[in-house]
């Protein structure tokens, strides 16, 4: 498929609020060698990560995985920045990190060397110290308070309430994890890679109990052996489609 096709489908089904989170995930069910995912990627991987994020209007992060992956810089490729600008868009999606204990410095990379608009989401529970000198060092504007246990409905409200609706989160496993729980996930696109590490962090930290949540396959590539999947729950259902060969 070409990029245009691949950004026809990672366009968001609804004019309201749609989260979608983008995983990577080796055979055994692990997301990381030696705490980073790169090890795990690949080129098809890369492609469509890339797209979903040119088709977002922000990228959302855990603060522990924009610190473990170092996040910075543009984060976009050139030429999908000048589609979003051909589209009338900003050329770089939002960076949104969620720190809700205010702990991420203020002089991380993923905030100081951020071309793009950049928003901390912390909890009002967090330290009043620690807000403050996030809000010296970017400006009031850029972070934004979520109520007690900062709940990921919150925070896509608060997100949706500055304009953004399409939101492509990246982790890490914490923060999907608690976005299943308050289910407040619309889209799963789970990178399958062809390989078993047999040790390392799953896609999401064990519960004290089970919590089922169903989903539905939207869609399904296949590229050297390498799955990537997307699959939406089952209010967003909607018919799939399996593409395989490297198409």
């Known amino acids: 498929m070409s990029d245009g096709d691949l950004l026809a489908e990672a366009a968001a089904p609804t004019s309201g609020s749609f989260v979608r989170f983008s995983m990577v995930s080796s055979l055994d069910g692990r997301i990381s060698v030696d705490g980073v995912s790169a090890p795990l990627s690949?080129?098809?991987?890369?492609?469509?990560?890339?797209?979903?994020?040119?088709?977002a209007d922000a990228v959302v992060v855990g603060a522990g995985t924009a610190l473990a992956e170092g996040y910075r810089g543009e984060m976009l490729p050139k030429p999908l920045q000048e589609i979003r600008s051909g589209q009338g868009r900003s050329p770089l999606p939002t960076t949104v990190v969620l720190s809700a204990s205010g702990s991420i410095p203020a002089d991380a990379p993923v905030l100081t060397d951020a071309p793009a608009p950049t928003i901390v989401v912390v909890s009002d529970e967090a330290p009043r110290t620690k807000r403050e000198a996030l809000s010296d060092a970017l400006g009031t504007h850029a972070v934004v308070t979520v109520g007690p246990g900062a709940n990921p409905r919150d925070i896509t409200a608060a997100l949706a309430a500055r304009g953004l609706l399409h939101l492509h989160h990246e982790g890490g496993p914490t923060v999907l994890s608690r976005y299943l729980s308050a289910d407040a996930v619309d889209?799963?696109?789970?990178?399958?890679?062809?390989s078993i590490l047999m040790s390392g962090p799953g896609l999401v930290?064990?519960?004290?109990?089970?919590?089922?949540?169903?989903?539905?396959?939207?869609?399904?590539?296949?590229?050297?052996?390498?799955?990537?999947?997307?699959?939406?729950?089952?209010?967003n259902h909607a018919a799939g489609t399996i593409i395989g060969g490297g198409q």
């Open 42 to 55: 690949s080129a098809a991987d890369s492609r469509r990560f890339h797209l979903l994020r040119c088709a």
């Open 187 to 194: 889209s799963l696109c789970l990178t399958l890679a062809p």
């Open 205 to 235: 930290p064990d519960l004290d109990s089970p919590l089922l949540r169903d989903f539905s396959l939207h869609a399904l590539f296949e590229e050297d052996s390498v799955l990537l999947a997307d699959y939406r729950r089952h209010h």
